[in-house]
């Protein structure tokens, strides 16, 4: 919250304070934005990850029973 205060600031002095504002509307905006796409995206690769594990769980298995049964090859 620090660096939008300062960051505030620092437009205002240089500009006009309503265009400060709407400056910082927008990064805020783009911000939200990002942070959600990134949410997304770790659900995504999370739900992708999930499926490797069963896969893994799945190779391991029959490679186990394999083993036990060298009559199953």
Do not use: E
């Amino acid at each position: 919250m620090l660096n939008w205060v300062l960051m505030l600031v620092a437009l205002s002095s240089n500009t006009d304070r309503n265009t400060a504002v709407i400056i910082m509307g927008i990064v805020r905006l783009l911000l939200l934005i990002y942070q959600k796409c990134k949410t997304l995206s770790y659900l995504y690769n999370r739900k992708n990850n999930n499926k490797l594990f069963v896969l893994k769980l799945i190779s391991h298995h029959r490679h186990t029973s394999y083993c036990r049964n060298p009559k199953n090859l």
